[in-house]
């Protein structure tokens, strides 16, 4: 059975930062490609970052410049460095994979149970 399994999550001040990472020891990361997503309260779903088989991120215009998406290999951890971070952040942030990529929100393989980040103001 592979399990995604978020950490990080918080609540913190506009302006602040924080780190989620992505557990994942059953999964072998080089035959996927990873990425976060995010679900605000009653919205709909954003893809926020991906790393694809290669190592290449890519990122939504939302949070260009200020987050950053990395995978440790040997660890099989995958991460989200989060700064600057604005009330508009706030959402449950998801790690998932997927196997036919690019990473798409509508071709999910594994997903994990999330973690909420809360900014205020």
């Known amino acids: 059975e592979v399990r995604l399994a978020e950490s990080g999550g918080g609540s913190v001040q506009a302006g602040g930062s924080l780190r989620l990472s992505c557990a994942a020891p059953e999964l072998p990361f080089g035959n996927f490609c990873l990425g976060w997503f995010r679900q605000p309260l009653d919205k709909e779903r954003e893809a926020v970052a991906d790393i694809d088989r290669e190592g290449v991120p890519s990122y939504a215009d939302s949070v260009k410049g200020r987050f950053t998406i990395s995978r440790d290999t040997s660890k099989n951890i995958l991460s989200l460095l989060m700064n600057d971070l604005k009330p508009e952040d706030t959402a449950m942030y998801y790690c998932?994979?997927?196997?036919?990529?690019?990473?798409?929100?509508?071709?999910?393989?594994?997903r994990g149970q999330g973690t909420q980040v809360s900014v205020s103001l």
């Open positions: 998932a994979a997927v196997v036919a990529c690019p990473f798409s929100l509508t071709r999910l393989t594994f």
